[in-house]
């Protein structure tokens, strides 16, 4: 499923940049996420848990940044878990708005396993749900 | 010769009878698998891939093995020498890929069993099975037909790139000659998507080994026991006569219980080895992923037609969705499409091109109609898109080319020789049943107020009856036992599966009527291998069309020896048989058939050359199909607004020959009829781009349910066959067949002011809403 | 379709309930929505609390000018009830859309608000009807406005320990006029989009107009836009065009964020009118 969109932060550009970069800042921003381990240049291990209504569940797996213009890059995040498995993958760009930062990003989620099957028609409203409270916490 | 003296007994046969298995499956007394309990029984859970396609790099059991209550795990290097499932499809260069009962080093698709787990109880089964761990490397994978014949497409199975299984071409006629000839031709992309077959009861089954007689029991929920029985034997290397299959109550099969599967022989493994009786039952999930899907074909069709709108030619290119592997029939359904390629119509040439398509899906297979309604649908999209470009009636445009009835038997351009028909008759009955005339006034009266009004029709033809041997992978035959018990109470042995289709109450009228004995006396068995003679079993409207005659040549045999005892009886050489009772045309005496059985069985005294006993076995072969028609018309609106479609009327007339119980032939109709507007207008399986099942449980999948469905007046007009001696032709997928052709008929009517022509299925509300948008503001929104 | 191990109680009373939720419990109400996604092991709850049992939380009560309905009150019930049917006559023919029959039967008013799934249709009337939610948890209770309630997709204002005891809803002026209309997922039933309208009329024109929406996006929301074109005279259908304005829509398999903007607009005006014709 394609995903695309902008969000505005009240950061400068370089600043936005920076954070969404830093390990510790996407550890405390991506909703669910419990750890955030380096393992390699730009490569990071995950946990997270995911907990939504009530369905919950334990993922596994990797973040890693891509593609690194002056512009912006490509975040990947894919985990495992028994639930299925999910792979998001955006390309963010950043440029001025005003004071602040438009961030741009466009890219593609993919999800197997039990969720994939049942759970087509909450798909796109649960991207879009967790990708605004990423931005939330990032701007908070 | 004399009339018996008694008053003839009233017939059973044609009366709406109501079915004698009902009272047991609406109060919830019937049994079927899961219903079993053994002692010591275990229970197995299979590991599934949630992979479209991928390697698989290793598996750990370790932790599933070690939990508590475990009692076995095996992955794919324990059945590595367990021979394959089988595929009973022989076509010329057929790529078969070895369909191992769990995936070796590669898996193609979601659910693919990866390892199966077995536990004292279905829970910590549940448990260990998510235990076990397997390290996957994710491949591309290919899930639509067309894109997997792309060049350059991911390749299903390694060793065969292009994703081609088979290919199959087949002429009849002169084609060429009557595209030159033609006037006119049209051309038409028709799909017939993926479908889930969704019967109540999901698959299921118990495998109980008896170590000290090398005998297997199992319980399985199938169309086929016996074709379970031989293929399993083979498989496990069992002697057939030590194999046992016994299908107990059967939640509806629509052709996807016509196999054998992976999880049949994994049970009886593991039970074999275990020593312990072991169940699996497929979760609803596992259903949509792992059962046999139906349909899968992308169609190109091109009719040529005289300006007068005689049919001269079809050439159609089919691509067959066969998915990852072949089960037992699947590469032979799109030949059954070929077969039906000219409908009810006179056309003098076709030629068809098939080509079998791997990709990352479950495999396709027999599903209620198993490639005619695939063809019936093109057809009858083609012969509405030709009225459409001649400007002539569609009704008008039918009857002008449907076979005459003086032309019977009428050889067909793709071989069949078509029995027996009145094709014009259902379809001017149903014309009446509407009153076309005046609907079509009201249409244009509609349309003049902006409303978008349809008629829609389908006049289909069926091949049913399956079938003559040579034309069937398995024998085409069907047998049947009659013993008639000392106490004179009669003992019917079919060899087909009854499971849904009430054989019960409709071989208990036929033997009743035949025999002369009271309904209630007559007891229909099925289902069970250890009871029952080999038999084929049911699917393609075979039962009471093939069963049917060989109950029936049963019975006349029973008679024969009948009327020797009762001959015996009353000291006469002259006497007759009717209702019952042997009568002397001399005397007028008459002995019961009770006081016969009676006297088989003590066997005091017994007729020259004739052994003690009351029992007839016959096999039956035919020796054609039967061709069954009819037609359908549908009335419907759609809102402008939404998209949404209201069907305003359905009329289904079918002509299945006698009927032998009108009250289960309207059921079936009825049913029918529900799946083919299921196909029409929701039901869609759904991969998407990584061939993950979208469509994957009910909340997304729309099964039709009983307050979806249209009220269906449903009719008959009575063509007997002259194939069998009842007459009688096979209803069970019918009204599939004729439904979905006319219920798009009926939309695309309803659109047509716009220059609609066509609509692929499922017709959803979004898919109408643009066609509308595009067509009135040219935008394609 | 086996769920995983789980503890299970079935209190008596509401004091009870709460204390195993404080403690980490799961409510289960009706188990329309957490019973599959147990059997699917998409929810695994060690210890499940029944709600069902607990006699104070089943009531539909008339007071003050207002209605309260117990958090396990089944859909049926809601459909059914003589005084909602009289009074509030826009939630019983929105618990009237729900599902099926079987849904409705076991399907309750607390469960729904609280699984706060986008395509559930209460929360459409519910916002219409500018309803409010009670809350209570072992040691608090608050009472927060629909809108305040729904928060996001499966979301809710509900903090840990807490769950919905009751709904109250308006006892609806002789005057107004309202209706509910949707385009259901023939599968599961579920709103693609659905509208609640509630129309007052005053001397000819619009004094009060409630719209509404579900389906259409991440959370039911009112659509203010509509609401004061209404109110301001404008045409209906000019009204309901603008419902889905700045609405980030949804879509799936069954309808795109495109196709659910044009129906939102379709429904609106649809349910608008039929609110109006039932005025006076
Ligand atoms: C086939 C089918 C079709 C459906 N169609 C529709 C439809 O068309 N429209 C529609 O609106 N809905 C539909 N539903 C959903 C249905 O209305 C459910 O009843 C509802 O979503 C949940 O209510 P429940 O009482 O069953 O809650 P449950 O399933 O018991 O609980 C749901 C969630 O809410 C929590 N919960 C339950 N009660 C409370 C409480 N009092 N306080 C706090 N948390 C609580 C639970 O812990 C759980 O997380 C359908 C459901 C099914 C199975």
Redesign the interface.
Known sequence: ?KISGTNTLALAPEEAYRRMQDPVVLAACMPGCESLETIGEDEYRMKMKLA??????AFEGKVRITDRTPAGFRLIVEGTG????MKGEGLLTFSQSGDGTEVAYEGDV?????????????????A??MI?RFFEKLAA | MATPSITKLEPFIGKRIRRKEDPRLITGTATYVDDLQLPGMHFAVVVRSPHGAARIKSVDIAAAAAMKGVAMVLTGRDVADLACVPCGASLPGLRVPEHRLLAQDRVYYVGHPVAVVVATDRYIAKDAAEAVEVDYEVLQAVADPEKALAPGAPAVHPQWPDNTAFTFHQEGGDIEKAFAEADVVVKQRITSQRLIPSPLETRGCVAQWHAAEKSLTLHTSTQVPHLVRSLLAQMLGLDENRVRVVAPEVGGGFGCKLNLYAEEALTSHVAMKLGKPIKWIESRRENFLTTIHGRGHVDYYEVAAKKDGTILGIKVKIIQDLGSYHQLLGPAIPTLSVLMIPGLYRAKSMCADVVGVFTNCVPTDAYRGAGRPEATHGIERMVDILAAELKMDPAELRLKNFVRNEEFPFPTATGLIYDTGDYAAPLRKAMETVNYTELRKQQADARKHGKLMGIGMSTYGEICAFGPSPATPAGGWESATVKIEPSGKVTVMTGVSPHGQGEETTFSQITADHLGVPFEDVLVQHGDTAIVQYGIGTFGSRATAVGGPALYYAIQELIIKIKKFGAMLLESDDVSYANGQCTCAKTGKSVSIKEIAGAAYRAMKLPANTEPGLVATYFWEPTNFTFPFGAHIMVAEVDPGTGAIDIKRYVAIDDCGNLINPLVVDGQVHGGVAQGLGQALWEQAVYDDNAQLVSGEFMDYTMPRAHMMPWIESGHTITPTPVNPLGVKGVGEAGTIGASPAAVSAVVDALSPLGVRHIDMPMTPEKIWRLILSKTTGSNA | MIPQQFEYSAPKSLAEALALIADGGKPLSGGMSLIPMMKLRLAAPDRVVDLARIAELSYIREQAGSIHIGATTTHHEVESSAVIRAKCPLLAETASFIGDVQVRNLGTIGGSVAHADPSADYPAALQALEAKIVIKGAASERTVSADDFFVDTFTTALEPGEIVTEVIVPVEAASTGTSYQKLLQPASGFAIVGVAARIQKSGGKITLARVGVTGLSNRAFRAAATEQALTSGTAVQAAADVVAQAIDANSDLYASAEFRAHLAAVYAARAIDAAIRRTS
């Open positions: 499923m939504m209504a009530s369905l919950s569940g028994k639930l299925g498995f993919q999800v197997g396993g039990t969720i994939a099957a049942v759970g087509q028609r909450l798909i796109d409203a649960t879009k749900m605004k």
